[in-house]
């Protein structure tokens, strides 16, 4: 089967770095994407991967190894607002996105 | 910006009521997707379209259908809601397939009493 596992929940503290790490088995492989959800809002799109290696964008990077079926996103200088919950998702190959059940990042001062 | 919007954020249905849920997409999208969000769970697809008139069962199809007469609208429908359908409704719209960015309308919570 497909399977997608992240963990349920972390904390840490504002101004800190989070490394949220995901990691996946599934049929097939095209790209990897990061979602981000507050609480009773829609998830919004934060990164995609399909070559191995780091992706930058701002205070947010993630990284991907095809090989290990693993990915991280990490968190610099974290923020207050960057409490969410982080949703990896795998694209198999169909072409359909296979969901991790998120992580709840808690940001304390 | 691409903008989906879903007809309520809130609905409260009996159950055995057949429950119509809207989604509306202004970004001339091919791709429109509804799944279910439910705590510890990750997001399940119910039911896709690649194009107008055209559907595809998801992972979990069984007790909803749907209906998709123009390229911006694709609505979900619960032919007789049941207490397990519970849930959060998310319709989510991409273009296109090998990069495939999906954006999301701001959900629909459905209680089935």
């Known amino acids: 089967g497909q399977n997608i596992d992240q963990p349920t929940e972390m904390t840490a503290t504002e101004g800190a770095i989070v490394q949220i790490n995901c990691t996946y088995q599934?049929?097939?492989?095209?790209?990897l994407f990061w979602y981000q959800q507050h609480a009773g809002e829609a998830p919004t799109f934060l990164s995609y991967n399909v070559l191995d290696g780091l992706e930058e964008k701002g205070r947010f990077s993630s990284f991907l190894s095809r090989s290990k079926g693993y990915s991280y996103l990490l968190l610099k200088e974290l923020q207050m607002k960057d409490s969410a919950s982080y949703l990896c998702a795998v694209r198999d190959s169909n072409y359909q996105l296979i969901w991790g059940a998120g992580t709840k990042l808690i940001i304390k001062p | 910006d691409v903008k989906v919007t879903q007809s309520s954020r809130y609905l409260v249905k009996r159950t055995g009521e057949k429950v119509f849920l809207e989604c509306v997409q202004d970004?001339?999208?091919?791709?429109m997707f509804w799944y279910r969000q439910d705590p510890g769970l990750g997001l399940r697809l119910i039911y896709f379209s690649y194009d107008v008139k055209m559907k595809e069962k998801g992972d979990i199809p069984e007790g909803y259908s749907v209906s998709r007469e123009k390229k911006e609208r694709f609505s979900l429908i619960l032919e007789s809601a049941s207490t397990n359908q519970t849930s959060m409704y998310l319709c989510?719209?991409?273009?296109?397939?090998?990069?495939?960015?999906?954006?999301f309308g701001p959900g629909t919570r459905l209680t089935v009493l």
């Open positions: 599934t049929s097939g492989f095209n790209g």
């Open positions: 970004m001339d999208h091919e791709n």
């Open positions: 989510a719209s991409s273009n296109g397939l090998e990069y495939n960015e999906q954006f």
